[in-house]
């Protein structure tokens, strides 16, 4: 284990997303060369401003992904959320063009727990498939994964919810404890682990505190400054508003999770309530508290909202 060459760009896979972009941020931050994987260069402009080498892929081209590869020891991959077979694609294109590439060492960033079949959770199974395939590859390779992000808060349906009508209704009981954490600190972890030169581990990152819904709310009518009310969404109620927003047949598969939860309350519990265990690898890593984060991202909670930050009554409704 050795701190790696800064002097040597890093790849960051979907480098153009809310999540790629703050691994971005993060990279920059410590000090690293970013090497950005975009599916069109004229969506970037942003990251060339702060001085990222942007490089064009598609994680269904293996030949454009050895091309982004070359000369890159070190990377950050994500694998895009889709059907399991377009995530076992992309996923052996992006394995198999690490090893032609030569890297030393990934670190694979999941959306959230893994479990292997028979469970019946798509997004479970499919974390699971993707960390086998690059196990078998024999690459080096660590871990990243999150509880459940507050950023969820600020997709535009939900921040409507909580600033124009006072309540946050997600499709998951009250009493259900989550040690929340954000696309930052996820991005955050994963940078240390790559500045420390450690290539092997599961590193779940959660926040520093394990809150029921009542809990967040009230921390978050704290720092937006009006009361806001945490209502649990049925979730048959949730499966049609998702119909209705996305087309039929999405919201079931996007309440699986949910449903999984609400059916698993033990499994619930170890991916979701447990707060973030400081260990040697992550020890100068401090997750950040919600009542930061609300702080931090108060602004963007009011932006393009009826009400003006200061006024006095909102809340959150439904999010997935």
């Keep these: 284990m050795s701190a790696i060459d800064k002097s040597q760009p890093i790849l960051i896979y979907l480098a153009g997303g809310v999540q790629g972009g703050a691994v971005v941020r993060a990279a920059l931050r410590r000090g690293f060369k970013v090497r950005a994987l975009v599916r069109d260069r004229k969506r970037g402009p942003a990251l060339s401003a702060i001085g990222v080498e942007l490089v064009e892929g598609d994680l269904r081209d293996p030949a454009s992904l050895r091309a982004a590869g070359a000369d890159i020891a070190h990377a950050v991959m994500q694998i895009p959320i889709g059907s399991q077979d377009d995530m076992r694609i992309q996923a052996e294109n992006a394995v198999s063009a690490s090893i032609a590439c030569g890297l030393k060492s990934v670190v694979l960033k999941l959306a959230s727990a893994s479990r292997s079949a028979p469970c019946e959770e798509p997004s479970f199974v499919a974390n699971a498939m993707i960390e086998d395939i690059v196990r078998r590859s024999g690459l080096p390779f660590c871990i990243v994964r999150p509880t459940m992000y507050l950023d969820n808060l600020l997709k535009p349906s939900a921040r409507k919810d909580i600033v124009d009508e006072g309540v946050f209704a997600p499709p998951i009981a009250e009493s259900q404890r989550i040690a929340w954490t954000s696309v930052d600190d996820c991005a955050r972890a994963a940078m240390t682990l790559l500045a420390h030169g450690i290539h092997s581990g599961d590193y779940r990152i959660a926040g520093p505190d394990s809150v029921t819904g009542k809990e967040l709310v009230s921390r978050m009518s704290l720092w937006l400054g009006r009361q806001i009310t945490y209502r649990a969404q049925p979730l048959d109620e949730f499966e049609r508003d998702v119909d209705a927003a996305m087309g039929p ?7 699986s999770k949910f449903r999984f939860f609400a059916s698993n309350p033990d499994e619930a519990d170890a991916i979701l309530s447990r ?17 930061e984060w609300v702080r931090q991202h108060r602004r963007a909670f009011f932006e393009g909202s009826a009400s003006s930050a200061g006024d006095h009554g909102a809340i959150p409704r439904k999010t997935a």
């Design 249 to 255: 047949g999405t919201g079931r598969r996007v309440a």
């Design 275 to 291: 707060p973030f265990e400081s260990g040697s690898e992550l020890k100068d890593f401090r997750p950040t508290g919600i009542e």
